[in-house]
C-alpha cells in the first residue's frame, strides 16, 4: 500500500536555525507532492507544491522542498525559522491520476525566541 | 472569494445524537472532500464528491453520510454520533485536471461527543 512518512514528529528550534522536515513516500510512478502547514487553532494551508519540472519548489514563507526521485524524498527547508514558524507540517503525495491524496502524520515545530 | 467555509466552529453532541457539518466553497470547484484529524494521526479521508450528484467512500467512512446536491454545498451528516467520533473535521475542494489538483481547506469544526 501506498504510504506517506514523516521521520520527524516533533522538532524543537531556536530562532535563526535551519529547518529540514523529512518526507518520504512509497510508490514507483509519476507523484504530485505537497507541503501544508497548520498554524495553531488554524485550518491547513498550502506551503508548497511540486507536479512536474524543476525538482527544487519554492513556496511561502522562506520555505523550499527538493523532490529528489531516486530517494523517494520530498523535503521541506527552511534556512533561518522564526518564532512565527511555529507549527504542524503535513507532507501529502498524490500518485498518479489517483485522485485521493495520502498524508503523513505531521510533524511539530515548535520554535523559541 | 470566502474561500471554504464551515459551520459549526464547534459542537458538543451527546452520544447518539445526530448533526450535520456543513461546508460550502465559492470557488466552483468540482472536486470536495471531508477529512478528520485526530492527534497524531494525520488527516483521514471520510468521504469525497467529483462534481454534483457523485460522492464515494474515503478510508473511514463509517458513521456518516453525505450528499452533494449542488457544486457548492458538501454536507456531511452524523446519524448516530458516538465518543469515537470526537475529531476536528476539515473539508476541503480542489480543481485541476485529474492528477493535477490541489486541495484547499476549510477552517474546520470542533466535535465533541460525549
Known amino acids: 500500500a501506498q504510504s506517506v512518512s514523516q521521520h520527524n514528529h516533533h522538532v524543537i528550534l531556536s530562532e535563526a536555525a535551519s529547518l529540514e522536515l523529512g518526507c518520504n513516500y512509497s510508490?514507483?510512478?509519476?507523484?504530485?507532492l505537497f507541503w501544508y502547514v497548520q498554524y495553531p487553532g488554524q485550518h491547513l494551508q498550502l506551503l508548497l507544491k511540486y507536479f512536474s519540472g524543476d525538482p527544487l519548489v519554492k513556496g511561502i514563507k522562506g520555505f523550499e522542498a527538493e523532490f529528489i526521485k531516486s530517494k523517494f524524498s520530498f523535503n521541506l527547508r527552511k534556512p533561518s525559522v522564526q518564532w512565527s514558524d511555529t507549527a504542524e507540517y503535513f507532507c501529502a503525495v498524490r500518485a498518479g491520476n489517483n485522485r485521493k491524496l495520502i498524508w503523513g502524520l505531521g510533524t511539530s515545530l515548535a520554535v523559541n525566541p | 472569494n470566502a474561500g471554504v467555509t464551515q459551520t459549526p466552529k464547534f459542537r458538543i453532541l451527546k452520544i447518539g445524537q445526530s448533526m450535520t457539518l456543513q461546508c460550502t466553497q465559492d470557488m466552483n470547484h468540482n472536486y470536495m472532500y471531508w477529512y478528520r484529524q485526530d492527534p497524531g494521526m494525520g488527516l483521514k479521508l471520510i468521504y469525497y464528491?467529483?462534481?454534483?450528484?457523485?460522492?464515494d467512500k474515503g478510508e473511514v467512512p463509517n458513521g456518516y453520510n453525505v450528499s452533494r446536491s449542488t457544486t457548492e454545498d458538501f454536507p456531511l451528516r452524523l446519524e448516530l454520533a458516538a465518543p469515537s467520533q470526537t475529531s476536528v473535521y476539515f473539508c476541503?475542494?480542489?480543481?485541476?485536471?485529474?492528477?493535477?489538483?490541489?486541495?484547499?481547506f476549510g477552517p474546520g469544526t470542533r466535535l465533541l461527543v460525549l
Open positions: 464528491s467529483v462534481g454534483a450528484g457523485i460522492t
Open positions: 476541503a475542494s480542489s480543481y485541476g485536471d485529474r492528477g493535477k489538483e490541489t486541495q484547499y
Open positions: 510508490y514507483g510512478g509519476t507523484v504530485n
